[in-house]
């Protein structure tokens, strides 16, 4: 009888030369914490797969899903494996056909490949024996060479048979851990958890870090950001959400500075504690989800006025998309519902009537000393929060800040009062 399995085809990391086999190594531990509660038995490499076996055979099918969403995956298969008895894997071929029969497919073809070659029939033959078996099986059925319906694969590899016919395409890009770390500015808006997920996907681990607009108004958009987290579980690549509340120095911004140049201001200190949290956290680059143009504080001009307060490179992976293809994004990867309930964060807070859309930098520093900005950066990352999921398995959280939060919690808790 032949046991259902997973078998996941990745291609881009077979790119990577020396690299190679810390890249699979990698795809293997993202994808053993993916499938933590699918009743795994074992996760493998396998001659440039990934093989994938359970100890409860039914879970096979919805782990296909997960799997196609982990970062390095190209495609994946539900694959019967059998032994390298041709009574088996003909049976199996029949199976998987039958599997795949809907929508009336009429033609198909029998694609054998050999990882090993110590197996008696050569691709050419096994091609003719499952064919065989097959138009027996399905008589209204023909094969066709050149673009049939159908194909079935049989794989022999190391003692084994695959078959299958199907496979789902996975997202692509490379395994989360193999790209380093970065600091992502997350709203609760739709842009910027699809440039978070972008860079997941590329193998980055990403810190988002959300600024909301406590405690001048409620804490609903800090609950959307962490709703979105789990909602890019899939990409296992976010082990930590920090949260600054922000409301205040807002505030202290609109007091003191002329009212345009004010969202100048406030990003331009979101920017600088964002470059902290990633001193902090030792990530390599800060990434936004801005699009040229798409809002006020989106004009090259402002770009430049924000950009100059830090050092490290921000990554602005939606530059150049329209806010169509964005939204298309979201909703493919289940954002867009929690990034359009509405939330007051900083975003809302203490907006200027006409923000500056082009705004020239001598003005720009005039009103950065009008408050003590270094004071009110350094007082922000005093008062941290964070809280921590088990998405990312190559998270490591800074030495400063181990301990684990599981709600969101300032970084120090309060130490507890002596014993009696
Ligand atoms: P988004 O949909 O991502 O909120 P947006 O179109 O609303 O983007 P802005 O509000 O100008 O545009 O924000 C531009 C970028 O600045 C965001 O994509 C995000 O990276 C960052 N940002 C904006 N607001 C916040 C916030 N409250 N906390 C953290 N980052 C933010
Ligand atoms: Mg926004």
């Not at 259902?4 to 020396?18: A, F």
């Not at 976010?238 to 409301?247: E, S």
């Not at 920017?271 to 990434?287: F, N, Q």
Request: with cysteine; charged share 25%.
């Amino acid at each position: 009888m032949a046991q259902r399995v997973c078998l996941v085809h990745y291609h881009e990391i077979g790119l990577k030369g020396n690299n190679r086999a810390s890249f699979e190594r990698q795809l293997v531990s993202n994808l053993k914490a993916a499938l933590a509660a699918f009743s795994v038995e074992e996760i493998k490499r396998l001659s440039g797969y990934i093989l994938v076996t359970f100890t409860d055979e039914s879970r096979a099918g919805d782990a296909v899903r997960r799997i196609c969403q982990v970062p390095g995956v190209a495609r994946v298969s539900l694959a019967f494996k059998c032994e390298r008895d041709p009574r088996a894997y003909c049976a199996a071929a029949v199976e998987a056909m039958h599997e795949a029969e809907s929508g009336g497919l009429t033609t198909f073809k029998v694609h054998a490949k050999r990882s090993n070659t110590d197996y008696e029939l050569d691709t050419i033959a096994i091609n003719r024996q499952v064919g065989e078996v097959l138009c027996e099986a399905f008589p209204e059925k023909r094969v066709q060479m050149h673009h049939p319906d159908l194909v079935i694969n049989v794989l022999v590899v190391q003692g084994s048979v695959f078959v299958f016919a199907r496979h789902d395409a996975g997202v692509g890009g490379l395994p989360v851990g193999t790209a380093g770390k970065v600091v992502t500015l997350m709203s609760s808006g739709i842009d910027s958890p699809v440039a978070a997920w972008q860079l997941m996907r590329r193998g980055a681990i990403c810190v988002p870090v959300h600024f909301s607009g406590r405690p001048q108004v409620a804490d609903t958009s800090e609950y959307l950001c962490q709703d979105l987290v789990h909602q890019l579980s899939g990409a296992g690549g976010i082990g930590r959400l920090y949260v600054v509340p922000f409301g205040e120095c807002q505030r202290q911004i609109a007091l003191a500075c002329p009212s345009s140049l004010r969202v100048i201001m406030y990003r331009r200190v979101m920017y600088a504690v964002a470059e902290r949290v990633a001193r902090i956290e030792k990530a390599g680059a800060i990434v936004t989800g801005e699009s040229l143009g798409q809002v006020a504080s989106q004009t090259l001009e402002n770009i430049i006025a924000t950009n100059e307060v830090v050092s490290l490179p921000i990554f602005r992976p939606l530059i150049g998309s329209d806010k169509q293809e964005i939204i298309e994004r979201a909703q493919a990867l289940g954002t867009f519902e929690i990034s359009t309930q509405t939330a007051p964060d900083c975003c809302t807070l203490f907006m200027p009537r006409r923000p500056e859309t082009h705004a020239k930098l001598d003005l720009v520093h005039e009103a950065w000393d009008l408050f003590d900005h270094d004071a009110m950066i350094d007082e922000l990352v005093d008062h941290l929060e964070y809280v921590d999921f088990d998405y990312c398995p190559g998270y490591r959280p800074p030495r400063s800040m181990r301990e684990r939060h599981d709600v969101l919690a300032p970084r120090f808790h309060k130490a507890r009062p002596a014993e009696a």
